[in-house]
């Protein structure tokens, strides 16, 4: 079985950092996108930000220029560097992963989600 484990969550205040990260383990064959989704009590689960295998990028526009995604292939492992970090990013985290397992059968995943708290 596939499993994506998240980590990096936690308090920061406002204009901190924080980075999260999040490791794809099992019978994995190939990743092809791997990316951050964030929601809170009163809005959809929506994207932050996502990275192709051929490490293109995309971004919401809420987080241009503030945050990075990146990814280490060789570990699986895909990185939210989060910058200049403002109370609405406040949310819980998830992690994202578009993979082929060892099957062949290409499917979603999804990590259990992090916490991420911007208060002074």
């Known amino acids: 079985q596939v499993q994506l484990v998240e980590s990096g969550g936690g308090l920061v205040q406002p204009g901190g950092s924080l980075r999260l990260s999040c490791a794809a383990s099992?019978?994995?064959?190939?990743?092809?996108?791997m990316g951050w989704y964030r929601q809170t009590p009163d809005k959809e689960r929506g994207l932050v930000a996502v990275?192709?295998?051929?490490?293109?990028?995309n971004y919401a526009d809420s987080v241009k220029d503030r945050f990075t995604i990146s990814r280490d292939s060789a570990k699986n492992t895909v990185y939210l560097h989060m910058n200049s970090v403002k109370p609405e990013d406040t949310a819980v985290y998830y992690c994202?992963?578009?993979?082929?397992?060892?099957?062949?059968?290409?499917?979603?995943?999804w990590g259990q989600g992090t916490q991420v708290t911007v208060s002074s």
């Open positions: 994202y992963a578009d993979l082929r397992d060892t099957s062949y059968k290409r499917s979603d995943y």
């Open positions: 990275i192709y295998s051929d490490y293109s990028t």
């Open positions: 099992g019978s994995i064959r190939s990743i092809n996108t």
